[in-house]
């Protein structure tokens, strides 16, 4: 059977997706009477709690004669590498559009990965149906974007079609016909070249990983040359070259429709996923033994942010999860680490702890949120850019972002007075369409940390950001912090409503009546600049004497309820969140106040 592998790239909420369930279903992937959920590659309850999607996953499907492998991608930038090891197992890319929207930044960086590699476009106009759909204009940005990307003279010449993708049609025209999906796949038969095959033995490199109860490790990737089948011997080179182990194949799967199916063989240019070795990883080659040299990955863009995870010290320490230690939770991030090429994991000079480094507060938030539902108990300190040194000069770089915000035009004032007391460069003020302004800025990563929530709520929730990193840059000076300081608990114990409600005045809680707090624990907000320790398990005094009048009702403001990603946000380097799988509480990193004012002292000496 003949072949083709394509991956779809857009970006965040252009609707991948949504278009391969219509794929999957026009091309007869599904019995009549099967029930399939809605974005059926979202698989895991994180995508569908999110809706987005979170790991690149393959599908095939099969289109007359031809075999057809298709790549879902992630489209938000901090899950970029998931996007950048696939590139290497497929012929051609849909790029995928949104009709009102046009290209935005997360397009620009696959796009320009996927052009580098030599990969040939096609562009799928999406939502045409949309009210402010403006085909022309973005077709035209998509032309402008391929010829910055230094995009070469077949790539320029790419085909368009237009659709919507959730109502199951694409066109030549952007007005139809409305016959569903053949337009796109008789395209993809075209247009897409097949498979690569190289000469020789077996060699295939391993793109994604996953873990799967019943065959163990599962590697993901598209075979190079030769064929494979199941209790061959084979071995596992690195980078280097060098054996990293050898064994026999145990089981190799097929992407059939949205399931797997066990094959006899495997040919070179199909895309499979191998069970039955213990070491085998991502960017290593599986082949034949008499092979000894290396496929070599692409290189993965650095990662920008980073985080200390820290073995959880809280008084409330194991009673709510299960995975305490710090051996269980450095397992637990090393084994991350392998399947996401994104990550970078070392040990930090404070005990107990280590160092994630990521691409994102999102890519890490959603690593954290995982672990806490495996059952992790972690302390998580503030998010901190990654810093460079120019190797010439010795100046401090920092990373910096390119910035796209859509707001309407009555709220930009403050988009733009916000983003400039976070030295961000405003590079561009455009309309988008609707009373929209398009404002594009250059700003330092660790400005923008935090500031998604101040965003919706200075614009009434109707800004779109989208940030994707653009290069590191001369250090732009200090940041102003948080303007509020924190109430803390001075004793351990239960919150009493009583005393909440006689504390109000010096600001909003972010603890409800009955949760357990303990000292150095931060239980409000401040009014002010400095923090102030309180008491909140002071009830009230009851005497047998009856009140003239009727006593005053307690009745409290709901409290600020902080997510994981809020939490983040908020806390300052001297503050840590507090992570389990029944709560997120933020507290001081030093509980004692004395060792805090030690702290601050030596902190003073030191300045």
């Known amino acids: 059977m003949k072949l083709r592998n394509i991956a779809i790239i857009a970006h965040v909420d252009h609707g991948k997706t949504t278009l391969v369930d219509k794929l999957l279903q026009q091309a007869g992937s599904f019995r009549e009477n099967q029930r399939v959920a809605e974005r059926v590659m979202d698989s895991n309850d994180l995508e ?4 987005i999607t979170i790991l690149a996953k393959v599908t095939s499907v099969v289109w007359h004669d031809t075999r057809i492998n298709i790549v879902d991608t992630p489209g938000h930038a901090d899950f970029g590498g998931e996007v950048e090891r696939i590139l290497s197992m497929v012929d051609g890319v849909i790029v995928l559009v949104d009709a009102a929207e046009g290209p935005m930044p997360q397009t620009k960086f696959v796009v320009g990965k996927a052009l580098k590699l ?9 939502k045409v149906d949309r009210a402010d759909a403006r085909t022309t204009e973005v077709v035209n940005e998509v032309f402008d974007l391929f010829a910055a ?13 237009y659709g919507s993708g959730r109502n199951g049609w694409m066109a030549d025209k952007p007005e139809g016909p409305q016959d569903g999906m053949a337009p796109l796949f008789e395209l993809v038969l075209k247009h897409v070249p097949e498979p690569k095959v190289e ?50 194949v145990s089981k190799i799967l097929a992407f059939r429709g949205i399931e797997r199916a066990p094959i006899d063989v495997a040919e070179a240019g199909d895309i499979v996923a191998i069970a039955g070795l213990t070491k085998f990883n991502v960017a290593d080659t599986l082949c034949a ?3 000894t040299e290396a496929l070599h990955a692409q290189p993965i863009d650095p990662p920008t942010l980073s985080m200390t995870f820290l073995v959880n010290d809280s008084p409330l320490a194991g009673t709510e999860g299960d995975k305490v230690t710090s051996r269980v939770i450095r397992d637990r991030l090393m084994k991350e680490a392998e399947g996401n090429v994104a990550l970078r994991i070392s040990d930090s000079p404070q005990a107990d702890s280590y160092i994630v480094e990521g691409r994102g507060e999102l890519q890490l938030a959603i690593l954290i949120e995982t672990m ?8 998580i300190s503030r998010p901190r850019v990654v810093y460079r040194q120019d190797e010439e000069s010795g100046e401090r770089l920092e990373p910096i972002e390119e910035v796209v915000v859509d707001v309407d035009e009555e709220h930009s004032g403050v988009v733009i007075q916000k983003m400039s007391e976070r030295k961000a460069d405003m590079l561009e003020m455009r309309p988008s369409g609707g009373n929209r302004l398009r404002l594009v800025f250059h700003a330092p990563t660790r400005g923008l940390i935090g500031y998604q929530g101040e965003l919706m709520t200075d614009t009434k929730g109707t800004a779109i950001m989208n940030r994707l990193f653009h290069s590191y840059s001369p250090w732009k000076g200090e940041l102003q912090g948080r303007r509020n300081g924190v109430l803390l608990s001075n004793d351990a114990g239960e919150a009493v409503a009583y005393a909440m409600w006689n504390l109000e005045e010096r600001g909003p809680m972010m603890i409800e009546p009955g949760w357990k707090v303990y000292q150095g624990m931060i239980i409000g907000q401040h009014t002010r600049e400095n923090d102030l320790e309180v008491n909140v398990l002071k009830g009230k005094k009851l005497t047998n004497i009856r009140a003239a009048g009727k006593d005053e ?25 507090e992570v389990t799988p029944k709560s997120i509480r933020l507290r001081k990193t030093k509980l ?14 030191v300045d």
């Not at 030599?118 to 999406?126: C, D, M």
């Open 149 to 161: 990307l230094d995009a070469n003279d077949d790539q320029l010449d790419f085909p368009i079609l």
């Open 118 to 126: 030599g990969l040939r476009p096609i562009v799928a106009i999406n």
């Open 289 to 291: 033994p008499e092979v």
């Open 48 to 51: 569908k709690e999110r809706g």
């Open 553 to 577: 009702a307690v009745r409290l403001t709901p409290p600020i309820r902080m997510t994981l990603e809020k939490a983040l946000a908020y806390i300052e380097n001297d503050e840590l969140v």
């Open 199 to 248: 000469e020789g033995e077996f060699r295939m490199l391993g793109t994604l990983l996953e873990s799967n109860p019943y065959l163990g490790r599962l590697i993901t990737g598209r075979v190079q040359s030769g064929s494979i089948k199941p209790n061959q011997n084979v071995k596992v080179l690195d980078n280097d070259g060098k054996v990293v182990e050898t064994g026999r």
């Open 372 to 379: 806490r539902r495996e059952g992790f108990e972690l302390g």
């Open 592 to 605: 004692d106040p004395n060792e805090r004012k030690r702290a601050e002292r030596a902190k003073e000496l």
